[in-house]
């Protein structure tokens, strides 16, 4: 599996963005897609998640202002509302996907800036 991120770029506090995620290969495997975000000096942390059953879940830092969604299996965005600037990190794509076991992916990572 193939992930393609795309959509991160610098925003004022209270703006909006939306990531992008694109996923190629076997696709078909992909039990669940998630954004990651890594800020400097810090662990890398969830911060969403989608099972292709249509489940999410969200980190409670970001519950009420992110949204994910999928418009298809292979494709998955994250909007970002009210964005702080503690949002500010490294976003990756992840896929979860299992035939056998359980493998993870990931995508290169965009950049989110939001300044105060």
């Known amino acids: 599996v193939q992930l393609q991120a795309s959509g991160g770029g610098s925003v004022q506090a209270g703006g909006s963005l939306r990531l992008s995620c694109a996923a190629s290969g076997s696709i078909f495997s992909i039990n669940a897609m998630n954004w990651y975000r890594q800020a400097p000096g810090k662990e890398r942390e969830l911060v969403a998640g989608i099972t292709s059953g249509g489940r999410s879940n969200y980190a409670d830092s970001v519950k009420g202002r992110f949204t994910i969604s999928r418009d298809n299996v292979k494709t998955v965005y994250l909007q970002m509302n009210s964005l702080k600037s503690e949002d500010t990190a490294i976003y990756y794509c992840?896929?979860?996907?299992?035939?056998?076991?359980?493998?993870?992916?990931w995508g290169q990572g965009t950049l989110v800036t939001v300044s105060s």
């Open positions: 992840n896929a979860v996907t299992f035939s056998g076991r359980y493998n993870d992916y």
